[in-house]
């Protein structure tokens, strides 16, 4: 299965999860994001899900020098990006409940 399609459907949920505990910058994010198992995730997918996602008020940003090189712009969740994060994420485990239950039902659970 081309996990690609996969992969555009959930990025904007996958790019606040990654955001719930922690605040990060894009690369930062990019890597969280591939350790946590996205490997295919590209660099201009996550940047592009950041610009979005802070348009549409879900995320604030603030940026933090560095020393070795330029400065950071770090991303963080605000209340309307938890909420969204909280509506998604159930939406997510409705449809994964059901995709099991139909994998199941058909002998092709992993």
Known sequence: MDTTQLLKGVLD??????????????YDI???????GLEEVGDASVYGTLRRLFAAGLLTTYVVPSESGPHRKYYALNAAG??????????????AT???????????AA
Request: hydrophobic share 40%; aromatic share 6%; glycine share 8%.
């Open 13 to 26: 949920l996958a790019v606040l999860a990654v955001l719930r505990d922690e605040d990060g910058y894009g």
């Open 30 to 36: 990019l890597r969280r994001l591939r350790e946590a």
């Open 98 to 108: 059901t995709m099991d239950a139909l994998l199941d039902d058909r002998g092709m």
């Open 82 to 95: 938890r909420d969204q994060l909280a509506r998604s994420g159930k939406t997510w485990r409705s449809f």
